[in-house]
């Protein structure tokens, strides 16, 4: 019996606020972006093709509401995202250099989405994915960090399939080792890890990414993606490395580049419908070219959400 959705995912929703000029009084001016990486990435998915469902606690506010609403216009199931009138939304600041990285200033003390409880998981629901996603966010704090767990060990009781994006936020935690120590801890539940290549050093102690990935394999998952900015990615298993080279583009904002890229890598999965054993080094490296060609045409547009593109324009980059 196949499952109802493809791709549910736990985590932070918040708001990016991000930079958008100045005013005609010379103070900076800032959009109002729904973000959060796992809503970032369930976006991807969702404009892939696949079913998708999100978990996680807003404030019963402005913000909220248009979380939700952003999230329904996308074709993301809302029907487990917990309102709360007792905390507000989450909201992250984002300042853009000139290359379109960002620094984070985050409105989170505490912010509605670390305040999601194992009381309020649907547990029916988590035994209804093919693929469970989190990221580290919502292992910063109590009571979001024990939900989080009992969640990831709930879907995989259950048969799905666990991807992790550690997406890690130094300003999130109170130091750095709590940070490797509660990372490390979920590393053995990880069947598919998302890692940027400063992550990977962070959480290994390893200066170059390729020992990095083998050290992660050596902890739990069976693939690792170490993305690389503009140089792609490097694909890793126990078998076998491959750095896949990314596409060329114009970035104006690298907001949702890294969730859109592993949004996209996990549909082309999906589109295999395969076990994980089952996958060839061919297969994989297709999935992470269309992760490639998906992240490219995200960084060309402001924030998280609005810029991820539908398959049409990934197929055509694809193409060309």
């Not at 796992?38 to 019963?60: E, F, Q």
């Not at 409880?117 to 649907?122: F, T």
């Not at 890692?195 to 990935?213: C, M, P, R, V």
Request: charged share 25%.
């Amino acid at each position: 019996m196949g499952k109802k959705y493809d791709v549910m995912a736990l985590g932070e929703l918040l708001i990016d606020f991000t930079e958008s000029g100045v005013s005609k009084n010379g103070m900076k001016l800032f959009e109002q972006n729904p973000g959060g990486a796992p809503a970032n990435l369930l976006t991807t998915v969702s404009h892939m093709g696949y079913k998708t469902a999100m978990i996680g606690k807003t404030g019963l506010d402005m913000h909220g509401n248009f979380l939700k609403k952003t999230l329904e216009q996308e074709g993301i199931c809302t029907d487990y995202i917990v309102e709360d009138d007792s905390v507000f939304t989450t909201l992250a600041f984002v300042a853009l250099n000139e290359n379109g990285e960002r620094h984070f200033s985050f409105a989170r003390k505490p912010g509605a989405d670390i305040c999601l409880s194992v009381q309020e998981l649907n547990y029916r629901a988590l035994q209804d994915c093919r693929i469970f996603h989190f990221g580290s966010l919502s292992l910063t704090d109590e009571p979001a960090r024990t939900a989080t767990i009992e969640a990831v060990k709930a879907t995989k009781e259950a048969g799905a399939l666990i991807s992790f994006d550690p997406n890690y936020r130094a300003s999130l935690w109170r130091k750095e080792s709590d940070a490797v120590e509660m990372v490390q801890s979920v590393l053995p539940y990880v069947d598919m890890l998302k890692i940027s290549d400063e992550e990977s050093a962070l959480f290994t102690g390893k200066t170059e990414y390729q020992q990095a990935a083998d050290e992660l394999l050596d902890q739990g998952p069976k693939l690792v993606a170490v993305t690389l900015g503009s140089q792609g990615v490097c694909l890793a298993s126990h078998e076998r490395h491959e750095q896949i080279a990314g596409f060329p583009t114009e970035v104006v904002d690298t907001t949702g580049a890294g969730d859109s890229f592993w949004g996209g890598f996990l549909s082309k999965f999906l589109e295999y419908q395969m076990d994980l054993r089952a996958m060839s080094w061919e297969n994989w490296r297709t999935c992470a070219k269309f992760g490639n060609a998906t992240a490219s045409l995200c960084v060309r547009k402001r924030g998280g959400i609005p810029a991820v593109p539908v398959k049409r324009e990934v197929v055509e980059i694809l193409r060309l």
